[in-house]
């Protein structure tokens, strides 16, 4: 049984990440926080490592005798976000775990990244697009795009790591609590069902089933090539906005309330509505994109991706979100 460290463990991807390494039969250890939501994860099995990702002392502690790493762990861009700490944590985080990696010689590292800071205006997103010289000015995209290439990097010098990028992540999650925390979009179905979303940023989503991206991740452990990216999103035609993602959850489980798309114009003549959206969401909405909106046929060749439609997903994701509030 390898050993794999899973940062981000108690998050929506990482628990579902857990859950898949140990229905196989690998040694999980998870790095968790001191009073985090761990205790599923020790109902799984998985050996949790007190200690926190901005800790190098607490990452290269937890990795010894790792023989692969999985770095899910970040900070979300809501809508207040801390320059400070999207570099501690999404930057300094991803240091220390390569640091950590290739100090104890683990045979491969997976991490998690995302889509903003990639060039596919006139393109369709793919495992080959580059990165943009100019990306959102966001904390969470500046911090994310820098992990990302000190990745690159690293790989470039010859440590085995490659990059997963989710989509926008829904489902159910053996870590409830965690997963239905804000920003999440299991949250964003709890509300529109409910009546307590009226509206949201309009601009193309690809969704990915969590458990669809932990399978990718799984994978790229398995299968992965250093210095390459894979795409874990759902059926490119299933890319939608958030309104039409949430209602189509109304609709599947008979909720009458719809929410409604916020244009990029509403946006500009709306001072506080940008404030409230946050600086992730605001430059999303005044983006351009291409369509289709991504290829994938690397990450299917490589890993063998085969995604859940996003209705069927969002099926199994009501039927979860009904078992957790009984």
Known sequence: MPTVLVTGATGLIGANICRRLRERGDDVRALVRPGSESGPLRDLGVTLAEGDITSAADVLAAAKGAEFVVHSAAVLGGANQDPGEHARVNTGGLGHILDAAAHVGARRVVALGTTTYFDYTDRPLSEQSPVLDDPPGDPYSVSKKAAFLEVMRRA?????????????TFGP?????????????????LLALSGGIDATVHFPI?????????AVTVAALDRGVAGEKYLAFAHPDDVCSMAEFL??????AGAEHRVRDITADLLAADAELQRSSGPSLVALANRTFPTPYYTDALTKARLGHTPLRLDEGLRRTL?????TRR
Do not use: K
């Not at 470039?156 to 926008?168: Q, S, T």
């Not at 870590?175 to 179905?189: C, D, H, K, Q, W």
């Not at 690809?206 to 932990?214: E, I, K, L, Q």
């Open 206 to 214: 690809p969704w990915s089933y969590a458990d669809d991206v932990a």
């Open 319 to 323: 039927d979860w979100l009904e078992a």
């Open 247 to 252: 209602n189509r959850a109304c609709e599947l």
């Open 173 to 189: 999650s053996p870590v409830p609590g965690r997963a239905l925390e804000a920003p999440s979009y299991n949250l964003r179905i």
């Open 156 to 168: 470039a010098e010859g440590l085995d790591a490659c990059v997963v990028i989710p989509g926008g």
